[in-house]
């Protein structure tokens, strides 16, 4: 298994590259989700039919197909009928003209275009070579935005180009401060078929500003994403380098059929809250082929935050993520939740590597969360010097208000975690449960952490489940003689 080191971000794959779904679905029915146990959700095989045309059995012999999910992307792809460069609209990439008019009207002139022209083919602006400075825009439906080879965005210096916007539903208020939050770099609700790619042309939120406020609790709103995109469906993001955000990087929200592939992602490693991806609420998502260095989680699963993420009842699911790479000095590879009280289900992780990180899988929820994380599969993880591997840890009375339910706690179960290589370690794997839960059906199959500095084993607390071919031997909870077929084993 070839990984990206910090020196050798992934390159970028042209497009199309078809999915070669038939190995995909084969890989997926030996990966153990147990997809009869799943809640309410399509099983994943529904999501993969070739698209129209082709069939499955010719896509997986094509050269240099790899294992893809991409096709859980619907939409036209990055070609489109009507054309405009941003130049056309008054842009100057100079590097200090503020250009968040010209992309405003770039927008707004290629709607109207795609209307007039019968509106079915939509839209393509591209961004020619140049530093193009601007504040927030909106995307529309059936639009690609493309980033030339040396087009960079960069995110505008004035706080008053990041206007507020309403919190979301299940969230109740700004992730970070009280009432409403900024608005992201790149914004868009309530779409269909977007396509933001490029021939690796950069976009770059210019956080410092932003992490500033925060380090000096002069922070008064919430920090803006670089990209969220808020109840949409059929997105594509690919083939571009994202650097620098204010907050999180990429966030899908209450969206689904939603392709993250081919991404370099990169923020200084002591830059605050700067995950890379953050599928939330969110079904049909494939992240791969990413490399990834940030502040906080490299993904992060979330569904809503305590009573709120509780009341929308918006799960996560259908998630697969593999072929990702990178480091983060405090957060983890993968990591589910905090803020998971819509529930997260049927999750693939695989092809993980992760290195001089604090882990490379956690589970992190709280009291108060409620919901549920269940039906997930991690396997072929590779770590060097992390600092815990396998964490599932207690939340750190970190809260919406004070009127969460103190009642609602998690319900995790059915996660597998297999194939696992780690080496210069701090610590064996710690998994503790939310007091007065219980985490169940924990499997881990052929683990070999190895160079651990720390001789106190595992750490577990109201976690149980089945362990088998591990190394160090796990905690007693894990330590069944019998082995059942669930855990991978007849």
Known sequence: ??????????????????????????????????????????????????PPGRDAALIAREPG???????????????????????????????????????????AALEERTRAAGGDGGARLEVPPGRWVTGSFNLTSRFTLFLHDGAVILGSQDPEEWPLIAPLPSYGRGRERLGPRHISLIHGEDLNDVVITGNNGT?????????????????????????????????????????????????????????????????????????????????????????????????????GWDQYGISVGKPCSNIVIQRVSGTTPTCSGVGFG????????????????????????????DVGRGGYIT?????????????????????ADDHSDDKYDRNALPKISNVRISDIVGVGLQRAPMLEAVHGAVYEGICFRNVSLRGIRRRDGWHCES?????????PAPCEEFRKKKSSSWCGFS
């Not at 990206?4 to 590259?17: C, F, I, K, Q, S």
């Not at 905090?338 to 929820?365: C, F, Q």
Request: charge should be negative; charged fraction near 15%.
């Open 65 to 107: 197909n790899r294992d893809s999910c991409a096709g859980f992307y619907g939409g036209a792809g990055p070609v489109r009928a009507v054309t405009a460069s941003l130049e056309e609209f008054g842009a100057v990439g100079d590097g200090a003209t503020s250009n968040t008019a010209a992309f405003r009207r770039a927008v």
């Open 203 to 303: 976009l770059d939120g210019q956080g410092k500003m932003w992490w500033e406020l925060w380090w000096n609790r002069t922070l008064n709103h919430t920090r803006g994403h670089l990209i969220e995109l808020v109840n949409s469906t059929n997105i594509l993001i690919s083939n571009i380098t994202l650097r620098n955000s204010p907050f999180w990087t990429v966030h899908p929200v209450y969206c689904s059929n939603v392709v993250m592939k081919d991404l370099t992602i990169l923020a200084p490693l002591n830059a605050p809250n700067t995950d890379g991806i953050d599928p939330d609420s969110s079904s049909e998502v494939c992240v791969e082929d990413c490399y990834i260095e940030s502040g906080d989680d490299l993904v992060a699963i979330k569904s």
């Open 375 to 395: 039906n997930i599969t991690i396997a072929n993880v590779t770590m060097e010097k992390v600092k815990v591997p396998i964490r599932f840890s207690r939340g």
């Open 1 to 50: 298994m070839a990984h990206a080191t910090a020196h050798e971000p992934v390159p970028p794959l042209p497009w199309p590259r078809p999915a070669p779904l038939l190995v995909f679905l084969a890989v997926l029915a030996t990966s153990y989700l147990a997809l009869t146990r799943l809640p309410a959700a399509a099983p994943l095989a529904a999501l993969i039919a070739p």
């Open 463 to 471: 976690v149980y489940g089945e362990a088998h071919e591990v190394f």
């Open 338 to 365: 905090s803020e998971m009280s819509g529930g997260i289900s049927n999750v693939l992780v695989r092809d993980l590597h992760v290195w001089n990180s604090a882990s490379a899988v956690r589970l992190k929820t």
